[in-house]
């Protein structure tokens, strides 16, 4: 799975993301990309793929499924965390 075209959204400036996302489909020609977020960052997460499929790809990109879901892990106090995941799947039209 290291060839899929995933975007990790994070802490870096949010155009960052919708450039990859961009990138993704116009280099790399990429029949599908997926946003993927976790925690505080999933409400990012979605304004990347409305920025990217309705601004810079409208009527090219559009959103084909989204996920939802938790991860459950221990924190830096050895305590169990759960926290929220999404992925967005851009498809091209």
Same mark, same amino acid.
Not at 5 to 21: A, E, L
Not at 33 to 40: E, L
Not at 61 to 89: L, M, P
């Given at each position: ?7 990790? +959204? ?9 450039? *990859?996302? &961009?990138?993704?489909?116009?280099? !790399?020609?990429?029949? @599908? ?14 304004? +990347? ?9 409208? *009527?090219? &990109?559009?959103?084909?499924?989204? !996920?939802?879901?938790? @991860? ?22």
């Amino acid at each position: 799975m290291a060839d899929d075209n995933s975007i990790f +959204v994070g802490g870096k400036p949010f155009m960052n993301y919708v450039t *990859g996302v &961009v990138m993704q489909f116009t280099t !790399k020609n990429a029949p @599908e990309v997926i946003v993927k977020a976790r925690g505080k960052f999933i409400s990012r997460a979605v304004d +990347v793929a409305e920025v990217a499929s309705k601004r810079f790809l409208n *009527g090219q &990109v559009a959103i084909n499924n989204i !996920k939802i879901d938790s @991860e459950e892990f221990q924190n830096k106090e050895g305590r169990d965390v759960r926290v929220s995941t999404i992925e967005i799947a851009l498809g091209k039209l």
